[in-house]
T-cell receptor, first 113, second 117 residues
Framework: GDSVTQMEGPVTLSEEAFLTINCTYT??????LFWYVQYPGEGLQLLLK?????DKGSNKGFEATYRKETTSFHLEKGSVQVSDSAVYFC????????????FGTGTRLQVTL | GAGVSQSPRYKVAKRGQDVALRCDPI?????LFWYQQALGQGPEFLTY????????KSGLPSDRFFAERPEGSVSTLKIQRTQQEDSAVYLC???????????????FGPGTRLTVL
């Protein structure tokens, strides 16, 4: 079945460091890909998405590019802030399945001063 | 405007008890989803409604789990004869859901944390 694999956390970075969180997927066909973020004490929020190969999703300084050849959707940010500390989830869905999401296990990011 | 709300936020049940978890979606959202999130894991799909119709219940782990959305708005997830393995956070999400092929953004509620003793 469809699945999403994320790098294990926690990831601990100093403020202004470069962030990469790896995400790869296994799926039959070409899904839409998402990054969701969960800040402490809050619900899941959509961070960015890409719906076809080579699309780049971006939001709040975060970017991810849909790479069909490597089945990857790695999340990057050039300079993290303490306020980016959260759990990040990579997910996929297919059109025609009412967009039910298949999530990875999540990666906790801790940014320190 | 108001987001997705869920109640209760926390629920402690003794093994064997029945529980009911409520979800109030964003007004006007056609699609409603339930997910189960075990500790340290990502959410896993349970079931999906389009208005009052339950179109996909493939993720419900057993026949002890039952969901309804009788008027196409508020939804209730019921778990009968709870077991310890049911302990998890139960998330509800809603989207505009303009049809089966929709890829509208899902908006998540804060979840209900269920602990079965």
């Amino acid at each position: 079945g469809d699945s999403v694999t994320q790098m294990e956390g926690p990831v601990t970075l100093s403020e202004e460091a470069f962030l990469t969180i790896n995400c790869t997927y296994t799926a039959t066909g070409y899904p839409s890909l998402f990054w969701y973020v969960q800040y402490p004490g809050e619900g899941l929020q959509l961070l960015l998405k890409a719906t076809k190969a080579d699309d780049k999703g971006s939001n709040k300084g975060f970017e991810a590019t849909y790479r069909k050849e490597t089945t990857s959707f790695h999340l990057e940010k050039g300079s993290v802030q303490v306020s980016d500390s959260a759990v990040y989830f990579c997910a996929l869905s297919f059109t025609g399945t009412a967009s039910k999401l298949t999530f990875g296990t999540g990666t906790r990011l801790q940014v320190t001063l | 405007g108001a987001g997705v709300s869920q109640s209760p936020r926390y629920k402690v049940a003794k093994r064997g008890q029945d529980v009911a978890l409520r979800c109030d979606p964003i007004s006007g959202h056609v699609s409603l989803f339930w997910y189960q999130q075990a500790l340290g894991q990502g959410p896993e799909f349970l079931t999906y409604f389009q208005n009052e119709a339950q179109l996909d219940k493939s993720g419900l782990p057993s026949d002890r789990f039952f969901a309804e959305r009788p008027e196409g708005s508020v939804s209730t997830l019921k778990i009968q004869r709870t077991q310890q393995e049911d302990s998890a956070v139960y998330l509800c999400a809603s989207s505009l859901g303009r049809g089966w092929a929709s890829t509208d953004t899902q908006y998540f509620g804060p979840g209900t944390r269920l602990t079965v003793l």
